[in-house]
């Protein structure tokens, strides 16, 4: 299989879908790889360490799009990408398609077939290619808040581990999976007083039994959320529902009763955004206010370190990439039923029910696309 490396043209994405040992991992099982020239810069891989892999590097997306079997990429199809996509060319890479009805659409019309990162799953019911990126964004998430929570960039001023004498932040965390697990992890080693919120009772008792004095944990019902949010110097954001739209859990009536400079960090913002007030920000803009809060809501976090980003998600999507490449997407998804599960566009049709859901398009099932 010929497969092709794009450079990310979303604004400050640092990262590339393959590294070069994944290359070199991919030539070795006689496949062909094809890169943009400097696509790997940003994470600190030249073009020679793709040629050094056996890597042919080309000077255009254009090229790469033309020729490759296979895309390999890190963020969705940006709109000028998505134009040279073509049918029976396979597409693999986040999509996040259930907030976004124009990617979808395009997908739709190019009639590639689209796996998903973020809705490949395992034997545990865990998303494993979504799991690195949501280790790296939920420790980065309370080190964002905490630059936002200073004066400078309209937050309260307050330091997260306090001093002698004078009270950390409060740190409230909405979600107790992956993303919300390491950002309390992190936010409590900076020193705050935090608190997990999580629907789930068995999940709440594993973080009390594993990190039993290091945060504290409480229930989300409506009622304890708004209470501990109105008390909070930081929200961090944190709830994913596979493939879906997140769920709005701070609505924008509830910001006047939160402390003025207190900041929210919205790490489901690639799924739509769990605060009501959220829209996407950069890297280069990261922040706004709204009603006296401050919103932290960049939709690629993890392009921040770029580096360990790109080396944590190509250690998680080298297996896949490699069945994919060597027995053909219909193969490798019949053989597996999780990578099956990522299967989210085919031939012009949906294969995702929670997406279809959330922009109410038909869909059919992965099963059904398999035979198409």
């Not at 590294?19 to 070795?28: I, Y």
């Not at 790997?40 to 000077?59: H, I, K, N, P």
């Not at 490949?120 to 979504?130: H, I, N, Q």
Request: proline share 6%; charged share 20%; aromatic share 4%.
């Amino acid at each position: 299989m010929l497969i092709g490396c794009p450079k990310e043209i979303k604004p400050q994405e640092f990262r590339v879908g393959l590294t070069p040992n994944a290359a070199g991992e991919a030539v070795s099982r006689g496949h062909k790889v094809i890169v943009e020239t400097n696509a790997g810069a940003g994470s600190g891989f030249t073009d020679d360490d793709y040629r050094a892999m056996g890597a042919e590097v080309l000077d255009t997306a254009e090229e790469i799009f033309a020729r490759a079997d296979m895309i390999v990429k890190v963020k969705e199809p940006q709109a000028v990408e998505r134009k040279m996509l073509r049918p029976d060319q396979l597409l693999f890479t986040y999509l996040h398609l259930a907030p976004d009805p124009a990617q979808t659409h395009d997908l739709l019309e190019s009639g590639c077939t689209a796996i998903a990162y973020e809705t490949v799953t395992d034997d545990r019911g865990g998303l494993p290619l979504l799991a690195p990126m949501s280790e790296v964004a939920g420790r980065l998430a309370p080190q964002v808040g905490a630059w936002t929570l200073q004066k400078a960039n309209g937050g309260r001023g307050v330091l997260m581990g306090g001093v002698p004498g004078v009270g950390p932040a409060n740190v409230v965390v909405i979600g107790g999976g992956v993303v919300g697990t390491h950002a309390a992890r992190i936010a409590a080693g900076m020193g705050a007083d935090v608190t997990v919120l999580d629907r789930s009772l068995p999940r709440m008792r594993y973080l009390d039994d594993v990190f039993g004095g290091v945060f504290k944990t409480g229930f989300s019902s409506a009622g304890n959320t708004a209470e501990l949010v109105a008390q909070a110097d930081m929200v961090i954001g944190a709830v994913l529902i596979p493939g879906a739209a997140a769920p709005k859990l701070v609505s924008r009536a509830q910001l006047s009763g939160m402390k003025p400079g207190a900041v929210l960090v919205d790490v489901a913002i690639d799924q739509g955004g769990c605060f009501e007030t959220s829209k996407a920000t950069t890297h280069a803009d990261p922040i706004y206010e709204v009603d006296g809060i401050m919103h932290y809501c960049v939709a690629n976090m993890p392009g921040a370190v770029a580096r360990t980003s790109t080396i944590a998600l190509g250690n998680a999507t080298l297996p896949f990439m490699l069945a994919l490449a060597d027995k053909g997407w219909r193969q490798a998804c019949e053989e597996d039923p999780h990578l099956l599960n990522g299967l989210n566009v085919h031939a012009g049709e949906l294969t995702y029910d929670a997406v279809g859901k959330a922009l109410g398009i038909d869909v059919i099932s992965p099963s059904q696309a398999l035979k198409k």
